[in-house]
């Protein structure tokens, strides 16, 4: 089996996701939600330390609405499903601003987040549960600002918090960078964006968030004190989880980084120890292994704890118990995290020639001078398969043409 037929098969086994009656669309399970828990509930504390409220807007909004940003209707058009003038949100945008419209009279800046579904009607590739599903759960958070320099602070800064979830918590190392200009937002002013690459070498693009300038609020004339608002947006979506299953599993099943993980010890028999076990996140999980649960409390001849990544038991005492599990959820995480920057190799390459053969091989990811210019890139897609994910400064030659260049990019395949 390839490294897509096993992940469907083992998020499928797991107990994730299962096939719906709808094309393309998946049912997320409760463990599945219960892992979107944990990590709405970290961008929940971090949106909230930075001054955004929740909200919950309308599922659906008027095509004509839509429409008045030219770009970012046109982008989105070919996965629009649309009813009686209704469009199904992909993105919420259109729908958000209007209202904010009316709030910009209370002040700015105006920061506010929605957890809620959306659907983007992909006709073309086939679905693979929670990398690509028709409809699918994500955060979103828009803000609105008097001045340009804070909006692109407060895109800087949601990145900064995507980083420290992705990485901190689900154990996985993500390139940060800018998208080309072919592969923007629709209407936004750039895109910064964290991309990952899983052990299949192909790229996930994990979190994107968005400088919008000033292109929402003029069509739409959201202004402050006579002038349009500048405007950031940002989002994750439940494809965390099925890039976290990809790089963090075995023959035997999941393995979830102890952060993230909604029971981090299983109790097998020893439920009277919930109360030692203090803070941690404890419960009885059926099948363990296969779940990932990172920690089995379980009792034998004595006390042990078994960890899910090594499988090695460690016995413990009521008294060591908590300090001795809490110490081991740490050195599970950071092994997770130290495995999976090892998995995946990024390579450089000299000249087009060796970027071609690498990629061909399928063996590593690569960086290398790109000039900027899209046909470069599309030959370069063409050519290899490769796509170009990020961009960041770095001089040199672009790889394909080698016209001298002030930018590098990472190239890989993409789901
Ligand atoms: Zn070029």
New binding site residues.
């Given amino acids: 089996m390839d490294h897509d037929a096993r992940y469907r098969e083992l998020v499928e086994r797991a107990g994730l996701v299962e096939a719906s009656v709808v094309p393309g669309c998946s049912v997320f399970k409760e463990d599945c939600l219960a892992i979107w828990a944990q990590i709405t509930g970290f961008l929940d504390r971090r949106l909230k330390e930075k001054g955004f409220t929740t909200a919950y807007f309308p599922l659906f909004i008027p095509e004509a609405e839509m429409k008045k940003q030219a770009d970012h209707y046109e982008g989105f058009r070919k996965e629009l499903m649309v009813a009686d003038g209704l469009v199904v949100r992909p993105t919420s945008e259109m729908v958000i601003y209007p209202t904010l419209k009316r709030w910009i009279s209370r002040g700015v800046p105006i920061k506010v987040n929605q957890f809620c579904s959306v659907v983007r009607w992909e006709r073309l590739k086939p679905n693979l549960p929670l990398i690509r599903d028709n409809e699918f759960l994500w955060q979103e958070s828009h803000t609105v600002h008097a001045t340009r320099e804070e909006a692109e602070v407060m895109a800087r800064e949601m990145l900064a918090v995507y980083k420290e979830l992705i990485e901190g918590l689900l154990a996985i190392p993500t390139v940060a960078g800018a998208k080309p200009p072919h592969r923007l937002f629709p209407g936004a002013e750039y895109t910064l964006a964290l991309e990952a690459i899983m052990p299949s070498v192909k790229s996930v693009q994990m979190a994107t968030s968005h400088f919008l300038g000033q292109r929402f609020s003029r069509p739409l004339d959201l202004t402050y004190h006579g002038e349009p608002v500048w405007q950031s947006c940002h989002g994750v979506t439940t494809r965390l989880i099925g890039a976290m299953v990809m790089m963090h599993s075995d023959a035997r099943g999941l393995i979830l980084p102890p952060r993230i993980a909604p029971v981090q010890v299983a109790l097998d028999g020893t439920e009277d120890y919930r109360e030692t076990l203090g803070p941690l996140r404890t419960g009885v999980v059926d099948d363990p292994v296969l779940k990932g649960v990172p920690l089995v409390l379980s009792r034998g001849r004595g006390l042990t704890l078994t960890r899910r990544d090594t499988g090695e038991a460690v016995p413990v005492t009521e008294a060591t118990l908590p300090a001795t599990a809490a110490r081991l959820l740490e050195e599970i995480q950071q092994a997770l995290w130290e495995r999976a920057q090892a998995r995946v190799p990024m390579h450089a390459p000299a000249e087009y020639g060796e970027f071609i053969r690498t990629a061909q091989a399928h063996h590593a990811y690569q960086r290398a001078g790109?000039?900027g210019?899209v046909n470069?890139a599309s030959a370069i897609k063409q050519d290899t398969g490769s796509s170009l994910r990020v961009t960041s400064p770095g001089t040199g030659q672009?790889i394909?043409?080698r016209?001298p260049t002030d930018q590098s990019a990472i190239f890989a395949p993409a789901y």
């Fill in positions: 790109w000039c210019a470069c672009c394909r043409c016209a």
